[in-house]
C-alpha cells in the first residue's frame, strides 16, 4: 500500500523569514492518508511503533502523534531521499522532537552532527500536523499551528503582556482574533527552536514588533527564556506567521552557531543599515558634498558605473549567502534607462532572502 500519492508543494511568500535556508520543507496534513494503524505500520520505525502501540491517555493524542510523525517524515524525506521506517523521529528529555537515522538509513548520515540530519519541529491543531525540516548542524526551528475555530475566547489577559496587548488594541477589531492567534504562535515557534517549548513562562516571549504586511512578528526572550539561552540577548526573533484558511501558521528557523553567534533572516531596516554601510565603504573616496542616504539614486546621483555595481551585488551576495538575481535587475533597469535607489535595493533584497522561485522554502501540503 502506498501512502504518498497526493502531495501537492507550495512555496513559502518572497519576503517571509525563512530565508536564506534554502534546504528547507515545511508539510501539512490536513487528514490520515490512510487508516491510523496501517499508516504506523508503513511508516514507524520497530521502535516508533512500540511507542505508538503503548501510548497512554486518549486516542486524540495517539491520532495527532501520529499524524505528526507522518508529517515530520515526509519533509525529512523531501530532504534525505530515506524510507519513512529508517527516519525516527524521538523526543529528547524536553520533548524536542529530534531526527535519527536506523536502518540502512544510518548509513546515509556517517557519523553525528552531520548537516544531513535535518533539525525538525512538529505542531497539531484540530486534525492537521504541520512540520518543518532544516538541513545544517545548528540550525534551530521552531513551528506553530492554531486553529481559528477553536474556542478563543479571553486569553489575551494571560498570554500577552500590557506592551503586547497594546499592539493589538490598535488593530480593527475584525482582524485581532487572527493577530492574537498568531502572536501566540510566534511565542510557541520561539520555545520550540529554544527546545524547552514555554516553560519559562509566557510572558517571557516578549512580542516587541507585529509588521502585518509580511506577518512577521519579533520577539525578544526575557528572563527565564533568556536564562534557557543567554546567547539570544539582544537579539530580535524573526517569526514568520500567516494566515491559511482557517489556520494560523508560525515559522522561525535560526543557525545557532557553537561559538555563540546566532544568524537569522535580517528585518528590512537591517538590509538598509547594511546597505548604507557598504555604500559608505565602496564609495569612501568619492568626496560627495553629500552624506549618502537612502534614497540616494546609485548612477545619476552616486555616479556609479555599470562595474561598481557588480561589485555591490557581489559584495550583497557574498555578505547573505544567498543567490539573488541581481543580473536580471540590472538588465531590467538598463532597459528601462531607469536609475535604482538604496531603499530600493534594500526592497529588493529583503524580497530574495525570503527565498526565489525554485530555491527557496517550500510548504507539502498532504492531502
Ligand atoms: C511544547 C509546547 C510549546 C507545545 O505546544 P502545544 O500547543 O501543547 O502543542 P503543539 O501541537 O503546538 O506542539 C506539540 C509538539 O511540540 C513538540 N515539542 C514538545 N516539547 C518540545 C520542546 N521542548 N521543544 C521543541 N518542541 C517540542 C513535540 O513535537 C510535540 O508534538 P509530539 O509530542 O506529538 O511530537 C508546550 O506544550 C509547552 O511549552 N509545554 C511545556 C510547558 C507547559 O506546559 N507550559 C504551559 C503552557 S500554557
Redo the contacts with the bound molecule.
Keep these: 500500500m502506498a501512502y504518498d500519492s497526493s502531495v501537492t508543494q507550495m512555496r513559502m511568500p518572497a519576503g517571509c523569514p525563512l530565508g536564506p535556508w534554502p534546504e528547507s520543507v515545511c508539510v501539512r496534513l490536513d487528514a490520515f492518508p490512510c487508516e491510523p494503524s496501517a499508516l504506523a505500520d508503513l511508516i514507524l520505525s520497530p521502535g516508533e511503533g512500540k511507542h505508538w502501540r503503548s501510548m497512554p491517555g486518549v486516542e486524540k493524542r495517539r491520532r495527532?502523534?501520529l499524524l505528526?510523525?507522518c508529517a515530520a517524515k515526509e519533509a525529512v524525506r523531501a530532504l534525505v531521499d530515506l524510507p519513512p521506517k529508517e527516519i525516527e523521529?524521538v523526543?529528547d528529555p524536553?520533548?524536542?522532537?529530534q531526527v535519527r537515522y536506523c536502518g540502512a538509513g544510518v548509513h546515509a548520515c556517517g557519523g553525528s552532527p552531520d548537516p544531513r540530519v535535518p533539525s525538525v519541529?512538529?505542531?497539531?491543531?484540530q486534525g492537521t500536523a504541520v512540520a518543518l525540516a532544516v538541513l545544517g548542524t545548528d540550525t534551530r526551528v521552531?513551528v506553530?499551528?492554531e486553529s481559528l475555530t477553536h474556542r478563543l475566547e479571553d486569553f489575551e489577559a494571560i498570554a500577552f503582556s500590557p506592551d503586547e496587548r497594546s499592539l493589538l488594541a490598535a488593530m480593527q477589531r475584525d482582524l485581532r482574533q487572527e493577530w492574537a492567534l498568531r502572536m501566540w504562535c510566534a511565542k510557541?515557534a520561539v520555545?520550540?527552536a529554544?527546545?524547552?517549548?514555554?516553560?519559562a513562562g509566557?510572558l517571557a516571549f516578549h512580542i516587541t514588533r507585529v509588521d502585518r504586511a509580511s506577518g512577521t512578528i519579533e520577539v525578544a526572550l526575557r528572563d527565564g527564556a533568556l536564562a534557557q539561552c543567554p546567547q539570544l540577548r539582544g537579539k530580535s526573533l524573526h517569526v514568520y506567521t500567516a494566515r491559511e484558511s482557517d489556520f494560523v501558521f508560525s515559522a522561525i528557523i535560526y543557525r545557532h552557531y557553537r561559538n555563540g553567534a546566532v544568524r537569522m533572516r535580517p528585518s528590512r531596516q537591517e538590509i538598509l543599515n547594511y546597505l548604507l554601510q557598504k555604500m559608505g565603504e565602496l564609495t569612501e573616496d568619492w568626496d560627495y558634498p553629500d552624506p549618502v542616504r537612502a534614497e540616494s539614486k546609485l548612477f545619476t546621483e552616486l555616479g556609479f558605473e555599470s562595474l561598481d555595481a557588480v561589485v555591490l551585488c557581489t559584495a550583497i551576495q557574498e555578505h547573505y549567502q544567498t543567490p539573488m538575481p541581481f543580473a536580471e535587475l540590472l538588465a531590467e533597469i538598463g532597459q528601462q534607462q531607469r536609475d535604482l535607489s538604496i531603499d530600493e535595493l534594500a526592497d529588493f533584497v529583503n524580497t530574495h532572502l525570503g527565498g526565489p522561485a525554485g530555491t527557496g522554502s517550500a510548504t507539502r501540503r498532504v492531502q
Excluded at 194 to 199: A, V
Aim: proline share 4%.
Design positions: 495527532e502523534w505528526g510523525r523521529i523526543a524536553y520533548g524536542r522532537p519541529s512538529i505542531a497539531h491543531s521552531g506553530d499551528l510557541e520555545g520550540k529554544l527546545g524547552r517549548g514555554l516553560t509566557l
